[in-house]
């Protein structure tokens, strides 16, 4: 193909419009119907935010929206066929994500209600906790907390204080929280509306812990009152989230019954005997705890969602608003401007790899949890992954709500426009269902995993020469990823900027970063223990230890990298699935922008480490301001394949009000000049006189 050829199927590509459809589909994604459902309902002027309300008048309208989720048939997708439910994992998710249209706040308490109390019920109990709580559950006669944070253990359950001690005479639990630390806190439905808490506590039996297991503990009768020994506390106006009763709960010496142990994973016979079919506690706890990843998926999700909202309402405004006079005598349209393109539209590419990670961890997670692949490998894999995604998601949210909000100026901060609510509401998704660093550590640790499993009997020189080469050939899903070529001097492979417009190159460059890294964490924390003598495991442990704390920073670093580069490859992937070329050429673009976008994010570590040289990173930066050029013409249809209907968006700016004004006003200069009547400036007065 001949350069004018080139530059002419370019130039086609760039001036055709993206199958709209097409691309909102493929957004949509595997659970389109269930989606297409939730954004319905969301669409109910009864669940929309109210701008201005109180606290009480918002958790009280928050609540009773609970019971018209229940009467549209909303909530019920994940729980079994035989209670009602339809089994659909996936689907249920995949609905749920569209609830932050609607309310955040409506959004999580129902998460409160369904995906954690209800789920840990569902995932941890057995049939007979099934048949007993599930009916009142889903109908919301039974509304629950999922007690498992605690003042002093947010990240770390594993430690949490609150006790669950067995008396084999009555046949009863005895929950307690011993010191204040133990309290559970920020708890949805536990300041006012929880009946019911799934407790988790250290079990207790023959003198033995057995580590956390969850419970089933009555807390407030229907009529609103306590139940004896139990204690609630009001946590008051938050950041955001305030139709949500988040509260404290705390519990002296409360007896339940034995069989309100949620025992699936590990059960107390009548005698206090414990049996479990896991017979490591390590292993126990993780499963347990794993079986409760749909937090993080769901967060990642909304985020997504968020982040389209904010893109949809900033790109339609700043495709109308215009400011300061250009060459044609005319006022400039906001997006017109190469700074304004640089703000939105790399965080448009970045919204579309996000969508389509979350599609990919959602797949795995109906996968995982409707039993087709349910195996040990695939839970694992699903952990990593949500661990990766939930952290990038989270924060790009916030980014992206308040980079929107400052586009859009004054009009951008007006509630009715929402990017101030929305962005105070998502900030707590940052911090809940784990901490964004703590979880990017989990994914650093599987990483070093895996490159451990890799080169298990390896010397320090082989793992040096490792690190340099990056030789091998596994491409594992979600552990480490290797590519079958040395990428050490990227100048061999990529010459030019032509070579990191190429897939592979991109591949190679994120996936060199994320390999290298780790090489390098692993080597220092094998060096750390060289000196110590393998008979003082004290000694070791400590140096081990400091090592870790050393290296913790670069470790998260290179978590988040991999994140990332699993964020690309989705987006690569998607792209491979659409047929009609100039759609398929402008979301490749899109896609480069994302990729090449990240290269320049960590030009400096690229250039540190030799990957690519200054004059390569400077035609990248060249490259990706081209790009942005050639998408800003197809922005708009972008943010349209979202599929945001104007009851979903709700943002007066995103109605087409600013164009009417624009409008208004170009008729009344014309008008005015059509009739003489346009008064001369005193600058074009004072130019007339001097000629």
């Not at 308040?402 to 900030?427: P, S, V, W, Y």
């Not at 580069?565 to 922008?593: G, H």
């Not at 050029?629 to 968006?649: Q, Y």
Request: charged share 25%.
């Amino acid at each position: 193909m001949t350069d004018t050829t080139v530059a002419q199927t370019s130039a086609a590509a760039r001036d055709a419009r993206i199958d709209v459809e097409a691309v909102g589909d493929a957004l949509l994604g595997r659970w389109k119907q269930e989606r297409l459902e939730a954004r319905a309902t969301a669409e109910d002027p009864r669940l929309h935010t109210i701008p201005g309300q109180t606290m009480a008048e918002h958790r009280n309208r928050v609540f009773e929206q609970l019971g018209l989720l229940v009467e549209a048939g909303a909530i019920q997708r994940a729980y079994p066929t035989d209670l009602g439910g339809s089994d659909n994992h996936g689907g249920n998710i995949a609905a749920f994500q569209e609830l932050v249209l609607a309310d955040p706040s409506l959004q999580i308490k129902s998460g409160v209600q369904w995906g954690l109390f209800g789920a840990a019920i569902l995932h941890l109990g057995t049939r007979e906790h099934h048949e007993r709580w599930l009916p009142d559950v889903m109908n919301l006669t039974l509304p629950g907390a999922f007690a498992m944070t605690e003042i002093g253990h947010g990240s770390d359950v594993a430690s949490i204080g609150t006790t669950a001690t067995y008396d084999p005479d009555t046949e009863e639990f005895e929950i307690h929280t011993p010191f204040t630390g133990a309290w559970k806190d920020y708890l949805g439905n536990a300041a006012l509306h929880g009946q019911a808490a799934v407790v988790f506590a250290q079990l207790i039996t023959a003198g033995v812990n057995h580590g956390v297991h969850a419970f089933f503990v009555p807390i407030r009768t229907p009529a609103g009152d306590m139940m004896p020994g139990v204690g609630s506390e009001d946590d008051g106006v938050k950041g955001g989230l305030n139709g949500i009763d988040n509260g404290r709960l705390h519990f002296s010496h409360v007896r339940i019954p034995r069989t309100n142990l949620l025992n699936r994973y590990g059960d107390v016979a009548a005698d206090g005997t414990y049996t479990s079919d896991i017979e490591s506690p390590g292993r126990r706890f993780f499963t347990m705890i794993g079986t409760l990843v749909q937090g993080r998926v769901s967060l990642d999700g909304a985020s997504v969602r968020a982040m389209q909202a904010a893109l949809a309402i900033a790109i339609r405004y700043g495709s109308e608003r215009r400011q300061f006079p250009g060459a044609s005598g005319r006022e400039t349209v906001l997006l017109d401007y190469g700074q304004h393109q640089r703000r939105l539209i790399p965080r448009l590419a970045q919204s579309y790899a996000m969508a389509f990670a979350d599609e990919r961890l959602l797949t795995l997670f109906d996968e995982v949890f409707s039993g087709v692949g349910d195996t040990p490998e695939n839970r694992e894999d699903l952990e990593t992954l949500a661990a990766a995604l939930k952290p990038l998601s989270t924060w790009a949210a916030l980014d992206t709500l308040q980079e929107a909000r400052e586009a859009c100026g004054g009009a951008g901060f007006m509630a009715k426009n929402r990017l101030t609510g929305l962005r105070a509401d998502l900030d707590i998704y940052v911090t809940f269902e784990g901490d964004n660093n703590v979880l990017l550590q989990l994914v650093g640790k599987r990483l070093l995993t895996d490159y451990a499993a890799q080169f298990k009997n390896a010397d320090r020189a082989t793992l040096a020469k490792a690190a340099a080469s990056q030789l091998g050939d596994r491409v594992s899903r979600f552990g480490l990823r290797q590519v079958g070529q040395s990428i050490a001097d990227l100048g061999q492979v990529a010459r030019s900027v032509e070579s990191v417009r190429n897939p592979e190159s991109q591949r190679a460059l994120l996936t060199d970063r994320v390999e290298t890294m780790i090489s390098e964490i692993a080597l220092a924390l094998r060096d750390a223990t060289k000196d110590v003598p393998k008979s003082d495991a004290r000694a070791r442990a400590i140096a081990n230890e400091a090592a870790f704390n050393a290296q913790q920073h670069k470790l998260i670093a290179a978590a988040r990298a991999h994140g990332e580069l699993l964020q690309w490859e989705s987006f690569t992937d998607a792209i491979e699935r659409i047929t009609d070329e100039p759609t398929r050429q402008v979301l490749t673009w899109l896609r480069d922008l994302f990729g090449l976008g990240l290269i320049e994010t960590n030009a400096a570590w690229y250039l540190v480490q030799g990957r690519i040289s200054g004059q390569r990173a400077e035609a990248v930066t060249a490259y990706i301001d081209r790009l942005i050029g050639r998408l800003r013409e197809h922005a708009l249809d972008l943010v349209v394949a979202f599929g945001f209907t104007p009851e979903l968006l709700r943002a007066e700016i995103a109605t087409g009000i600013e164009a009417e004004r624009q409008a208004e006003a170009q008729a009344y200069v014309e008008a005015q000049r059509a009739a003489g009547t346009w008064p001369i400036h005193e600058k074009e007065l004072r130019a007339r006189a001097r000629s």
